[in-house]
Nanobody, 127 residues
Framework: QVQLVESGGGSVQAGGSLRLSCAASGYTGRRNSMAWFRQAPGKEREVVAVIYTRDGSANYADPVKGRFTVSQDNAANTVDLQMNTLKPEDTAMYYC????????????????????WGQGTQVTVSS
């Protein structure tokens, strides 16, 4: 069974940077992609970025394009999210989510695609 553990969250002022990391352990067989989602209080969980295991290509949600960068280390089974020029609206609980196995449900930006989730790490950006 795969487990995902996020780290690196915290509080920062607007314009600052944070780096989140997601470590996968347990069964780490076929992983198709790893995504970062976030959820602010009272809002739905939304995708931030996804990175594809096989070739390292990535997709980003429009609000974070040019500011966030997702990367992976397949040997270490980690996926990082570098967040620069943070804004107060980036404040949320951030989750990593893995798409494992052969079934494809939903789109890359849909929570339905991902079948393993971490517990989340809080990011707070003050103005």
């Amino acid at each position: 069974q795969v487990q995902l553990v996020e780290s690196g969250g915290g509080s920062v002022q607007a314009g600052g940077s944070l780096r989140l990391s997601c470590a996968a352990s347990g069964y780490t067989g076929r992983r198709n992609s790893m995504a970062w989602f976030r959820q602010a209080p009272g809002k739905e969980r939304e995708v931030v970025a996804v990175i594809y295991t096989r070739d390292g290509s990535a997709n980003y949600a429009d609000p974070v394009k040019g500011r966030f960068t997702v990367s992976q280390d397949n040997a270490a089974n980690t996926v990082d999210l570098q967040m620069n020029t943070l804004k107060p609206e980036d404040t949320a609980m951030y989750y990593c989510a893995g798409h494992y196995g052969t079934a494809y449900v939903g789109n890359w930006y849909s929570t339905q695609r991902y079948n393993v989730w971490g517990q989340g790490t809080q990011v707070t950006v003050s103005s």
